[in-house]
Nanobody, 114 residues
């Protein structure tokens, strides 16, 4: 079973940037599509970005052009570069496979506030 650990969250002002990391152990198979999900208070968890085996990526409309998902297979790590952050991006961010077959990690809190 893959164990996922997310990191990189924090408090940032609107318009700011953060880069999230998700490392899987013992490894994330390079053929496994991966995604970043988020859950805001009182809302259901949602998929915001996904990356496929060949590196192609798809984004939720509301983050298109602002977020970039990438992966380093040698490091078993998936990244989410987030730019131009908005208060509505505030949530706990998680990574998981597509579909989310791995056990959920603890997530990393992102708070966008002035």
């Amino acid at each position: 079973q893959v164990q996922l650990v997310e990191s990189g969250g924090g408090l940032v002002q609107p318009g700011g940037s953060l880069t999230l990391s998700c490392t899987g152990s013992p490894s994330i198979p390079r053929t496994t599509p991966m995604g970043w999900y988020r859950q805001a208070p009182g809302k259901q968890r949602e998929l915001v970005a996904r990356i496929f085996r060949g590196g192609a990526s798809v984004y939720k409309d509301s983050v298109e052009g602002r977020f970039t998902i990438s992966r380093d297979n040698a490091k078993n790590t998936v990244y989410l570069q987030m730019n131009s952050l908005k208060p509505e991006d505030t949530a706990v961010y998680y990574c998981n496979a597509l579909p989310p077959d791995y056990k959920w990690g603890q997530g990393t809190q992102v708070t966008v506030s002035a």
